[in-house]
């Protein structure tokens, strides 16, 4: 194998390990406040207003981290396919308007009667 091949497996798989490790953060993370904010509803014994906040902030951090993760490993990808040349983009010209044939001349106002 040459040396480029074999660096395009070793960072393959160093990006899937990557991946692989960050869900399983994502997820255990998103477990662990799972369990605290089910726990804090169990131990409030029906008080609705605070069991709303306390679900409401779980919702927030568990969607929250979701959206960071996901966004992040989409710029890393990005990132990653302009760095390797995976899907050159030519610049298209931008397009010159046509120049006007005829140029309008201003109508002076009708004189009002009185």
């Known amino acids: 194998m040459s040396r480029n091949v074999a660096r395009v497996i070793q960072d393959t798989e160093l990006e899937k390990d990557r991946a692989r490790y960050g869900l ?3 997820v ?6 799972s369990g605290v904010a089910i726990f804090g509803v169990w131990r409030l014994d029906g008080d609705k207003a ?4 306390v679900l409401t ?3 927030t951090a568990v969607s929250g ?3 960071a993760y996901l966004g992040i490993k989409a710029v890393s990808n990005t990132a990653q396919s302009m760095a390797r040349g995976a ?3 030519t ?6 308007p046509a ?3 005829e140029t309008p001349t201003p109508t002076p106002p009708s004189p009002r009667a009185p």
């Open 24 to 26: 399983f953060a994502v």
């Open 57 to 59: 902030a779980a919702f």
């Open 28 to 33: 255990v993370s998103i477990l662990a406040i």
């Open 87 to 89: 899907s050159p983009r």
């Open 91 to 96: 610049p298209t010209p931008p397009e010159t």
């Open 50 to 53: 605070v069991i709303v906040g």
């Open 99 to 101: 120049p006007p044939t």
């Open 65 to 67: 981290m979701t959206t």
